[in-house]
């Protein structure tokens, strides 16, 4: 296959290169300057019979025109937007994409953005490592995902796979399509303003094309409001993005996730300083794993051209431990369900759920797990069950999560862990010595820190309220309490 020439537009990924050298006749564009392009391609056209593009660099009307000899491009992405179609088909050059392999982490990223920006996680970060929850106290209430009506639009293979996990998360779900889909639990939208005006967040699932470019339009973005979300894990040509600077500057619009813009890597600078959007820089597919399953998607489309063979076109998800298997416990467990992640979990006794895997001590959890959230209540017997032994268990690549309880977790020995590289990383709610932080984990990139908000939204402070008089009118009236400790 070493005569197939591949012309490699920009560097993408090191083990697609290196492989692409390995296999075949590379062809780097980026070994020639800007301004000798053109030359350079003259000089190897003859050669070129392949190019492998992306959703940023890819075969364009005039790059198909400067390579008589093209017969295939394939797209180390799902979109194939930057691809001129109609030269394609008009030359019989072929055109393969990766699709599947990155819908798991597309529709994870969406879920994300949205309860990043609904719960505020990054400035929660934030305001921990400024020192401020120890100078000003509890960080503002935020607004739960759970419950929420979500509209997707677009219910291909990364809208569908929003819905299932976001229906974990006992949210309705709504959605706008081409056509109506077979799926009679969500609800179907002709057009996207009455979608828009349907739901709480709105997220952008379609493909672009001269239909859905600006099909998020400043009457969209008005239907979805000043209390709406919205998240775009498309492409940013979906949405019109200079009224949507001007609706979240306004607070016409309530927040925004966004993963993609328009003229990428160049977002909007007015959104740089705004504290209701979260910004993620095109990095929906961006896992090792997702990219290392589209190379050699990539890599099989190529050698199955080469060999006149039909072209090609999951994984799991993570090992996800639970410490407590209680309520909370139970929740996360359905909701990591959803993503496709094995639910492992230890417990005082073993409980009846046949479709997780219970381990009878929390190191042997830790060594079978990818993810270990700490869930349980704290005792005596659970003060610092995670110790150094359980942090080496979960290993280098693991990563802790606790919004159990600070001292559920031996602090110093968490933070050696991260800063020596022991544990890959952590996401903390809880302290030990609550509001101080720390100071170590201040500076740390593997970590995230918020200020114990685990139940920091308006729904659920309004909901403890209501218990809390509740229990005292049942008292004052001599009726049984509502929820009695003791």
Wanted: charged share 20%; with cysteine.
């Amino acid at each position: 296959m070493e005569s197939l020439g591949v012309l490699l537009l920009h560097p993408m990924n090191a083990y697609l290169e290196q492989e692409l050298d390995r296999r075949f006749r590379l062809i780097r564009l980026w070994d020639s300057p800007p301004d000798a392009r053109a030359d350079f391609l003259r000089s190897n056209a003859s050669a070129i019979r392949a190019v492998v593009g992306n959703a940023g660099y890819n075969a364009d009307s005039a790059l198909i025109d400067a390579l008589p000899s093209l017969e295939i491009v394939a797209s180390f992405s799902v979109g194939i937007d930057r691809v001129d179609l109609a030269k394609c088909r008009e030359r019989g050059i072929r055109v393969t994409n990766t699709p599947d392999v990155l819908t798991d982490d597309v529709a994870d990223l969406a879920v994300g953005l949205a309860i990043a920006a609904l719960r505020k996680i990054p400035q929660a970060d934030r305001y921990v490592r400024a020192g401020l929850w120890k100078a000003k106290g509890d960080y503002t209430l935020t607004t739960r995902f759970s419950g929420k009506r979500v509209s997707i639009l677009g219910l291909g293979r990364i809208g569908l796979a929003v819905a299932k996990r976001a229906e974990a998360f006992d949210c309705s779900i709504s959605y706008h399509s081409r056509s109506q889909k077979p799926f009679p639990n969500y609800r179907f939208f002709t057009n996207v303003v009455n979608l828009a005006a349907n739901c709480d967040v709105l997220i952008v699932a379609c493909s672009l094309n001269s239909e859905t470019h600006h099909i998020v339009s400043r009457e969209v973005i008005d239907a979805l409001g000043p209390e709406g979300v919205l998240i775009n894990i498309g492409r940013g040509a979906h949405v019109d993005e200079p009224e949507l600077v001007s609706a979240l500057l306004e607070k016409r619009l309530g927040a925004a996730g966004l993963d993609v813009f328009e003229h990428e890597p160049f977002p909007p600078e007015q959104l740089l300083g705004l504290d209701n959007v979260v910004l993620a820089p095109h990095v929906g597919s961006d896992t090792e794993e997702t990219c290392k399953a589209m190379a050699d998607l990539v890599l099989q489309n190529l050698e199955a051209h080469a060999l006149n063979k039909p072209l090609v076109t999951s994984f799991s998800g993570k090992r996800v431990g639970i410490i407590g298997l209680g309520r909370i416990g139970l929740a996360v467990a359905t909701r990591v369900e959803a993503f496709d992640c094995p639910v492992n979990y230890y417990q005082r006794t073993k409980k009846e759920y046949p479709n997780y895997t219970y381990y009878p001590s929390v190191v042997e959890l830790a060594a079978n797990s990818d993810v270990l959230v700490v869930a349980c209540p704290l005792n005596e017997q659970t003060r610092h069950i995670v110790n150094r032994e359980v942090i080496d268990a979960l290993g280098p690549k693991g990563v802790l999560i606790n919004i159990g309880r600070g001292p559920h977790v031996d602090e110093p020995e968490l933070v050696s862990a991260l800063v020596e590289g022991r544990l890959g990383g952590a996401g903390l709610d809880v302290f030990e010595d609550e509001p101080n932080v720390p100071e170590a984990l201040f500076t740390l990139d593997n970590v995230v820190l918020v200020p114990h908000v685990g139940s920091g939204t308006h729904e659920t402070r309004q909901a403890m309220a209501d218990l809390v008089l509740g229990n005292l009118e049942a008292h004052v009236l001599k009726k049984p309490l509502l929820t009695p400790v003791v």
